[in-house]
């Protein structure tokens, strides 16, 4: 089990910057995915990036070259380190983490964050 609680959201004019952040509750070291995912008002929660263990990023192709995923498991925290935000980017913005486990895997998600972006 993981407890996950973001950080860093706030109001920022178009093509600011904002870094989120999510501190885990124990060891990320060993938790095979996590990620942070969105979900704007009146619309589906959508992926925007993904972190593996080994570093490996996926990225959501409207914040590709924007935002930046990373994670530092000294600190049992990943981060989402937004530029050129735009107004369409405003929503709130959730931390996420997987666990394999042998009956298949377990999601955990934190509280959420709001981001929002004016124009």
């Known amino acids: 089990q993981v407890q996950l609680v973001e950080s860093g959201g706030g109001l920022v004019q178009s093509g600011g910057s904002l870094r989120l952040s999510c501190a885990a509750s124990r060891s990320i070291s060993s938790i095979n995915l996590m990620g942070w995912y969105r979900q704007a008002p009146g619309k589906q929660r959508e992926l925007v990036a993904t972190i593996t263990s080994g570093g490996i990023t996926n990225y959501a192709d409207s914040v590709k070259g924007r935002f930046t995923i990373s994670r530092d498991n000294a600190k049992n925290t990943v981060y989402l380190q937004m530029n050129s935000l735009k107004p369409e980017d405003t929503a709130v913005y959730y931390c996420?983490?997987?666990?394999?486990?042998?009956?298949?895997?377990?999601?955990?998600w934190g509280q959420g964050t709001q981001v929002t972006v004016s124009s």
């Open positions: 996420n983490a997987d666990l394999a486990t042998v009956a298949g895997p377990l999601h955990y």
